[in-house]
């Protein structure tokens, strides 16, 4: 079997993503980058989001590769594009799989807790703090304990999506994990004056009540 060509899909879905939009005037892009996503490194473009998520629909070179194998291409284009936008595209290949039992996202939960060094802006943020909640509701006892760990990190982009990824919006057909647990995780943080931290910590308690 041929190795997976990762560079060669990366430009692939990049040349077809640019081809759709067009860059933001640099004005515009600082603008953005400090009003709305406080210093993310990515390129914002100007793109519908119906048009971004038709290319989910794509043909690509590796579009007839098995699930697993297409898994491991968008994680590397999530982890190495400088666009924005196409990093939520990645986000939203895995969001179709939420709520099919015959194909579980959960399974995917070893590549995607992997992206969680990438989590910069609070756009991949809760997009992937979804993913990883439906993780949570399926394998708790496998889950939680990484939540726990980012809780507890430097990083206030990681103590963001351990509470986020408690609840996201509340379901009343996922399984949640015990109040006592996300209190352990929420509390050490109601002091802390990150700006997205903070609207992550009265998101979580607003929906634990």
Known sequence: ????????????????????????SKKNEVEAQEKWFRGTKYKIYSIERKKLK????????????????????????????????????AIDYFKQFQNKK??????????????????ENWVHGDMLSGLYCDCLSAQPNLVYPYLLK???????????????????????KRNVVSYKKIMQIVEPHIKKDH?????????TLRETL
Not at 63 to 72: E, N, P, Q, R, T
């Open 1 to 24: 079997m041929a190795a997976l060509n990762f560079e060669k899909y990366h430009k692939e879905v990049t040349k077809s993503f640019l081809a759709l939009g067009k860059p933001v």
């Open 102 to 119: 015959t194909h579980p996202i959960e399974q995917y939960w070893p590549v995607l807790k992997t992206w969680i060094t990438h989590i």
């Open 195 to 203: 700006y997205y931290l903070q609207k992550a910590l009265g998101w």
């Open 150 to 172: 980012w809780s507890k990190h430097k990083s206030p982009w990681k103590n963001r999506m351990a509470m986020l990824s408690l609840l996201y919006y509340y379901n009343p």
């Open 54 to 89: 038709s290319l989910l629909k794509k043909e690509f070179s590796f579009s007839d590769l098995d699930k697993k194998d297409i898994a491991k291409v968008w994680s590397y284009i999530f982890k190495n594009t400088n666009y924005l936008d196409i990093g939520s595209l």
